[in-house]
């Protein structure tokens, strides 16, 4: 007999531990869909890096080469013709590649020289 509620005090444990991991399975997945699906929004005066490619972004001295961007695009956007010289770890200037990091000197920097 004592066998017998032992049997069913663990079941019941057993029970109770399958359904607290199923709602802590549930909330974490409301959790993770809850995050995936807020709006992320940015001003124009913060500075997206990365995988996102944006034309109208600043040219900060140090400049992150983004997706897609190649020497000549940055120069046309930043007004430096001279970012191969400037950088010499840049050694073949076809080889440019997402989160390059290049030293850009912009038209507003050369005349404050």
Same mark, same amino acid.
Request: include cysteine.
């Given at each position: 007999m004592a066998n017998s509620s032992t049997t069913k005090a663990m079941k019941a444990s057993i029970s109770i531990a399958d359904s607290a991991s199923w709602y802590c399975a549930i909330t974490l997945l409301g959790l993770i869909l809850l995050a995936s699906i807020r709006e992320t929004v940015t001003d124009e005066s913060s500075t /997206?890096? *990365?995988?996102?490619?944006l034309n109208n972004r600043p040219c900060d001295e140090i400049y992150v080469v983004g997706e897609g961007e190649t020497l000549h695009t940055i120069s046309d956007k930043? *007004?430096?013709?001279?970012? /191969?010289e400037r950088n010499?770890?840049?050694h073949?200037?076809?080889?440019?590649?997402? *989160?390059?990091?290049?030293?850009?000197v912009t038209p507003s920097q050369i005349g404050s020289s």
């Open positions: /997206v890096r *990365g995988n996102q490619f930043c *007004g430096d013709p001279f970012i /191969v010499p770890h840049i073949d200037p076809d080889d440019v590649f997402p *989160g390059l990091v290049i030293k850009i």
